[in-house]
């Protein structure tokens, strides 16, 4: 006879079993449809409404349209807030745990360099804009790609440059954590823009994100260390 778990320990349970784990997955990348998932998954099509039956009872997944079919429509489902919030919750939880793990055993100098690097690779995973494009619209391109990743930033127009200033900020628990990896964001909007990007975020427990964009180095300082420009990075 299997032994039920306490209360306790049932609460702590993660939100997703292995197999509905690959169905979220999948939700996340787009894939909606029964049809879609279960050849993703090589399941037939009623273990998939199963999975999906299951995660909508949990108020994971929901139901919010269907697409044409050749005998019937095809229903699309899409996860639900609750369903980001426990996803957002566990990805933070496992940077924040990165983040530290690499100031334990990094030499101080080094992390700098390691956050401009992931943020460089961050940019080209996201893709760059077109350098002949004017520089308005490279910027404009950069508030949305960051709006795409959780942000909710505004353009504003600052003499010869730019100013890219959200309400909040998309990593905002790793910020509040490890203030350092807005330098990060830094150099991922910089790959992304294709110009000189310095940030000055508001830190505390709103976070709000804040980046001066500028045609030139000068303009900027960008020619400095991230610890030169803000000792609050690396303390």
């Given at each position: 006879m ?15 079993g292995s ?6 997955d999948?939700?996340q990348?787009?894939?909606?449809t029964?049809?879609e998932?279960a050849?993703?998954l090589r ?7 199963s999975?999906?039956?299951?995660l ?7 139901r919010i ?6 005998r019937?429509?095809h229903?699309v489902?899409?996860?639900t807030?609750?369903?980001?919030k426990?996803l ?6 496992t940077?924040?745990?990165?983040v530290?793990a ?6 101080k ?11 460089k ?13 004017p ?9 949305r ?8 930033a ?8 730019f ?14 954590e490890?203030?350092?990896t ?8 910089a790959?992304?823009i294709?110009?000189?990007v ?13 980046f001066?964009?500028g045609?030139k ?5 960008a ?9 609050r990075?690396?303390?």
């Amino acid at each position: 006879m299997t032994k039920e778990l306490p209360t306790a320990a049932r609460r702590k349970k993660a939100p997703f079993g292995s197999r509905r784990a690959e169905v979220v997955d999948l939700l996340q990348r787009g894939v909606g449809t029964v049809r879609e998932l279960a050849a993703r998954l090589r399941l037939t099509n009623n273990a998939v409404r199963s999975h999906l039956l299951a995660l909508e009872r949990e108020g994971l997944v929901h139901r919010i349209g269907s697409q044409p079919g050749t005998r019937r429509p095809h229903e699309v489902y899409q996860l639900t807030a609750r369903a980001h919030k426990h996803l957002a919750q566990a990805s933070s939880a496992t940077l924040c745990a990165l983040v530290t793990a690499l100031k334990r055993h990094l030499p101080k100098q080094d992390l700098p360099r390691l956050l401009e690097a992931a943020g460089k690779a961050l940019a080209f995973r996201f893709g760059t804009y077109n350098l002949e494009k004017p520089l308005t619209s490279r910027v404009k391109n950069g508030a949305r790609v960051l709006n795409s990743i959780g942000g909710a930033a505004n353009v504003e127009k600052r003499g010869d440059g730019f100013a890219i200033r959200s309400h909040g900020c998309p990593l905002a628990p790793l910020v509040a954590e490890h203030p350092e990896t807005c330098y990060m964001v830094e150099k991922f909007l910089a790959g992304i823009i294709r110009a000189p990007v310095r940030e000055s975020c508001l830190r505390g427990q709103y976070p709000q994100c804040r980046f001066t964009v500028g045609p030139k180095e000068s303009e900027l300082s960008a020619n400095q260390t991230a610890p030169e420009r803000d000792g609050r990075r690396l303390r």
